[in-house]
């Protein structure tokens, strides 16, 4: 098992940036691919990112691209989101997730993530 900790978030201005962080525990953080999924308001639940366990293979969704860069640090069994050019639609709360099938392409489904961090809200003003 696999225990997540994001944080990170807070109030930006569009046109910002804020890196969010999530750090896992237990000693098998590098088979696990990651992922970012967030949350707004009266709307489900969305993928953002993912990485695979090696670090190697990333995706992200259309509304992100250009803009959002997901990394690991398997050495600190950490991931992060580094958000650029916030918009007021990029407010959510944003959730890690961890992944086990070793998979070699991160899902963007989140059924496919079995552990989930308690989330980190962030907050784009206009």
């Known amino acids: 098992q696999v225990q997540l900790v994001g944080s990170g978030g807070g109030l930006v201005q569009a046109g910002g940036s804020l890196r969010l962080s999530c750090a896992a525990s237990g000693r098998t953080f590098s088979r696990y691919i990651m992922g970012w999924f967030r949350q707004a308001p009266g709307k489900e639940r969305e993928f953002v990112a993912g990485?695979?366990?090696?670090?190697?293979?990333?995706n992200y969704a259309d509304s992100v691209k250009g803009r959002f860069t997901i990394s690991r640090d398997n050495g600190k069994n950490t991931v992060y989101l580094q958000m650029n050019s916030l918009k007021p639609e990029d407010t959510a709360v944003y959730y890690c997730a961890a992944d086990s099938s070793r998979a070699a392409y991160p899902s963007r489904g989140s059924m496919a993530y079995e552990y989930w961090g308690q989330g980190t809200q962030v907050t784009v003003s206009s």
């Open positions: 990485i695979s366990a090696s670090g190697v293979i990333t």
